[in-house]
């Protein structure tokens, strides 16, 4: 069995002051490549950094909308040097969150604008966080007149209008560790209806541990997890959920086959 964590954070060095052995534990359980996604330019150059270190990890550059406030055109002329480097696959995360006040909406709007344009002109994909603004986020997104190549939902928790609204966009559909949570029944019921060639699985490590670790550090070993509530949602065999999740990631991100070594 091969899983792909599309969404992680181990550029993090608080968070994660030895990825190598992070990654050997990946491994171990079946985890055979990984995506380090940036938040700002600092984040996004550790994301390069450790992909150029390590096979089968790679990197998404971008500007999380919670640094937005701090956004500045020298630091997108530095996400756009780093999106070209061969190990960078997609622009991300940006997008909007209104559930914290780190930035205004306006700042944030700006940050993720110049993205978007940026990735379109580059020909990659888009990684979108979103928080409590998907009303705004797809109504900006259905206005788009050059939208990127292939846009993902990171972590969606939105309601079942959004997912159709998303699905019409053609976006694709991060699944992260709330699938697994005991209340979170709402959300399981609305991925289950996803089309199951647009899912993609995410740990957001080191954030939203799956059942039965919710409330600690997560990692990307922890995926088979996620995987595992998301077969049984499918009805399907952790083996089959896998295949198809591993053939999104590799479309999604245009990967190369796996060949997990780490350094």
Request: charged letters at 25%; aromatic letters at 8%; proline letters at 8%.
């Amino acid at each position: 069995m091969r899983l792909t964590d599309t969404h992680c954070h181990l550029n993090l060095t608080d968070a994660f002051p030895d990825p190598g052995a992070a990654l050997a534990r990946a491994k171990e359980n079946n985890v055979d490549r990984v995506l380090l996604v940036g938040m700002d330019t600092e984040t996004s150059r550790r994301a390069v950094e450790l992909a150029k270190e390590h096979e089968c990890v790679y990197a998404v550059v971008g500007w999380h909308p919670n640094y937005a406030a701090n956004y500045t055109s020298s630091g997108l002329k530095e996400i756009e040097s780093l999106a070209q480097e061969p190990e960078a696959v997609a622009i991300g995360e940006i997008g909007l969150d209104y559930h914290w006040d780190y930035a205004s909406p306006e700042q944030q709007r700006l940050c993720t604008t110049d993205q978007v344009e940026l990735a379109a002109d580059l020909g990659l994909p888009v990684v979108f966080h979103c928080r409590d603004a998907y009303a705004d986020l797809l109504d900006w997104l259905e206005a788009l007149q050059n939208p990127p190549v292939r846009m993902a939902l990171h972590c969606f928790s939105g309601d079942e209008r959004d997912a159709l609204r998303a699905r019409a966009l053609g976006c694709w559909f991060g699944v992260d560790g709330p699938i697994t949570y005991k209340k979170a029944d709402d959300l399981r019921r609305i991925v289950s209806q996803m089309p199951t060639d647009r899912i993609l699985l995410e740990t957001d490590s080191p954030y939203m541990a799956p059942h039965p670790y919710r409330g600690r550090p997560n990692e990307p070993a922890m995926l088979p997890l996620i995987n595992d509530g998301l077969a049984s949602l499918l009805k399907m065999s952790p083996e089959q959920s896998a295949d198809i999740t591993t053939a999104n990631a590799d479309r999604f991100f245009a990967l190369p086959p796996a060949n997990f070594t780490p350094r």
